[in-house]
């Protein structure tokens, strides 16, 4: 997301000379090798270098697929394809969401659900026994989560493909991506939130009025330039984390007011691993491992910033997976 990793300099096996920090931050990329081509490139050839090889391609890439692979699930759900919705509604009841069945006592089931997951061609409407109601729930806080996912994994792609541009397009650059960044985590919150409470709406205006207060809060705040140092790294990390951990008390308020849905250890399932995704990509995001073992190792591949960003696809493709179920849950039981 931001590209703290020596985003204005683009690695050049063949061509490289000494260069001058434009920050002047000792701390701006710490691990990668202090050799490096300056890379001021015109717009055009910094967008062709979406097809090179350098220390910012998997940056560009893993967020790229990221958002063209969450650019298809919204289409496909705007167009509400019942094929995929199907099999994502079957892949959901594939395991157990029982509230007092956690695991399968019987290795047999497990090979014999695996088996149904590749046999995947025998799947039909009238197999899955999927009955939608009417009138299905609103889908806008769902796809308020969608678009808030994209922009985030867009904005970062983009930040990293053009901040060779310059300085000052670099420090532009940065702040969207931190708006991105702070976007997602918004937004992320408006189907947990809107569905779970979709009864008591008064908790909508509590829950997501404070979550998009901090959120505009921090983007305010991150907006200064000194604030985008590689200095501000650790304090970065603390805000966005400080939102996260902000659904620890919808998410409580949550499971006591559901505890008896058959439903909750799924979703619990699934927000602990986008919890556990996200959190484990601020460590690395945060220490710089492995690359401040071994400076100059991992400067084209393998460094922290691109564990970080897969880690942080995976965290919303695992929020996502519990906004299926929110939304499947409400379209058979309204208030």
């Not at 047999?108 to 061609?121: A, E, H, P, V």
Request: hydrophobic fraction near 45%; aromatic fraction near 14%; glycine fraction near 6%.
């Amino acid at each position: 997301m931001d590209p703290t990793l020596d985003s204005k300099l683009v690695s050049q096996p063949v061509e490289v000379e000494n260069r001058k920090k434009s920050g002047g931050d000792d701390d701006y990329d710490q691990g990668l090798n202090k050799a490096k081509r300056r890379a001021n490139w015109s717009l055009k050839e910094a967008l062709f270098s979406i097809f090179r090889w350098h220390n910012e391609t998997l940056n560009v890439w893993t967020h790229l697929l990221g958002f063209f692979l969450f650019l298809g699930l919204t289409m496909a759900n705007l167009m509400q394809v019942p094929r995929v919705a199907d099999l994502i509604i079957f892949l959901i009841r594939s395991f157990p969401i029982g509230g007092d069945t956690n695991v399968s006592h019987d290795s047999k089931d497990l090979f014999r659900g695996t088996k149904n997951l590749i046999d995947l061609k025998r799947i039909t409407t009238s197999e899955l026994d999927i009955t939608l109601p009417a009138t299905p729930v609103t889908r806008w806080p769902f796809n308020v989560f969608l678009g808030g996912s994209m922009f985030c994994l867009l904005s970062s792609s983009i930040c990293h493909l053009f901040s060779c541009h310059s300085h000052h397009l670099n420090l532009r650059l940065l702040r969207i991506d931190y708006t991105g960044i702070t976007t997602m985590i918004i937004t992320s919150f408006f189907p947990p939130i809107y569905y779970i409470f979709q009864c008591d709406p008064q908790w909508h205006f509590v829950y997501l009025g404070g979550i998009t207060a901090l959120g505009l809060f921090t983007i305010v705040t991150l907006l200064s330039p000194t604030l985008s140092t590689g200095k501000f790294r650790a304090f970065r990390a603390l805000l966005f984390s400080s939102m996260g951990l902000f659904g620890i008390v919808p998410g409580i308020h949550a499971t006591i007011v559901n505890w008896s849905n058959p439903r909750r250890n799924v979703t619990l399932a699934y927000e602990s691993a986008m919890a556990i995704f996200y959190l484990t990509g601020t460590m690395f995001y945060v220490s710089r491992i492995p690359e401040r073992f071994k400076p100059g190792w991992f400067d084209l591949a393998g460094h922290s910033h691109q564990i970080f960003h897969i880690l942080v696809v995976m965290g919303a493709l695992a929020h996502y997976g519990a906004s299926l179920v929110f939304l499947e849950w409400r379209d058979h039981y309204s208030c």
